[in-house]
DNA sequence: CGTCTCCATGTGATTGTGTAACATTAGTGG
DNA sequence: CCACTAATGTTACACAATCACATGGAGACG
């Protein structure tokens, strides 16, 4: 697997009769890309004898309409408006079902989820967080080849898991005067 | 500046009058480092008019003789067992000094904060975090060179800051059984 | 010296984020 | 059908972070 893979360039513009919303830092067929999302997890889950219940169906619905990082309270306040629990743990422990199983990450600098852009992938997902808009790109990135992975080594440290995340501004913002 | 550069081997046996102690993956001489780190801090703040007042200079005390990632209610205990206030700002107000200034950083994935290993460098931080002692060694990351950048540069995403982490395994505590 | 201003500290109150514990229900397999 | 396990729902709570406001101290300046 090469380093550079941008998120939201792989949707771009997949099918033509669906008019094209701006997302991440590009635009894509946002109708089509929740369908496949959900598509793609129903069949990931019934491939690995996972239970995709309606909570989760419906926690991963969302992340894909929002196509952006969603707190675990936004999301509890559209589950029960689904008719779901409205007890934090119900959206933690749907959230936690599809990060395990990623069809969604965590941000960590925002305490926020967003939908994995690259589901099906074995991947070591790496964030571009716009301060302004908010919106976020998700990019492969290859740490244990650069200079973490170099550092690991020397100490021999076993990574089992990495957090990247890049905080600055989107060509939008940085186009629309935002400093 | 080159990439890899680990935090701990920095400080490893550098004066052999104090016994070595573990810490992050490596040994060093302890009492000097806290001193160090005290004594390098007084420098910056005054060659940069910034005030190293009490509660902050406890703070970073605290940070370097603890030598893992604290909580800011940990640190709050702390800094009320030694005479400061006992409202959450207190903690916050000094941390936020400590890593707006780089004496500090925080550790977004357990949000908690640590000393700077490498004060005084301009750096962009990388942490390797073991989740079973939950030890913390600071490395030095090039997060635009990498991957990261490649995808920052092709989406003309301008990076501000890096969030770089590293879960798993310290040497100890992959010898000492621990999956 | 007095005082003005800025910055830092202390405190109360509140919001946001995340878990522990336990009862109940719904699938799954014998 | 029964037993077992996984998932859900709820209560309660712990930890994380911020707002708003009052107080106090150090320097600047007349």
Redesign the pocket.
């Known amino acids: 697997m090469t380093s550079l893979e941008v998120g939201t360039d792989t949707g771009t513009e997949r099918s033509p009769d669906h008019p094209a919303e701006p997302v991440g830092f590009g635009t894509h067929d946002h109708a089509s890309c929740i369908s496949d999302g959900l598509a793609q997890a129903e069949a990931q889950c019934a491939a690995e004898g996972?239970?995709l219940?309606?909570?989760?169906r419906k926690a991963l619905e969302i992340l894909l309409q929002e196509h952006r990082a969603l707190?675990?309270?936004?999301m509890l306040d559209r589950?029960?408006g689904a008719?779901?629990?409205?007890?934090?743990?119900?959206?933690?422990?749907?959230l936690?079902?599809l990060v395990a199983n990623g069809f969604a990450h965590?941000i960590?600098c925002?305490?926020?989820?967003i939908a994995c852009a690259h589901p099906g992938a074995r991947h070591t997902p790496a964030f571009m967080i716009c301060r302004a808009c908010e919106s976020v790109a998700e990019a492969q990135a290859a740490p244990a080849r650069g200079s973490l992975g170099k550092a690991a080594r020397a100490t021999g440290f076993r990574i089992e898991r990495t957090v990247v995340e890049a905080e600055g501004l989107c060509p939008a913002c940085q186009d629309g005067g935002a400093q």
């Open positions: 996972l239970r219940t309606p909570v989760r707190g675990a309270y936004d589950l029960r008719g779901f629990g409205s007890q934090p743990p119900v959206a933690y422990r749907a936690e079902f965590k960590e925002l305490n926020a989820f």
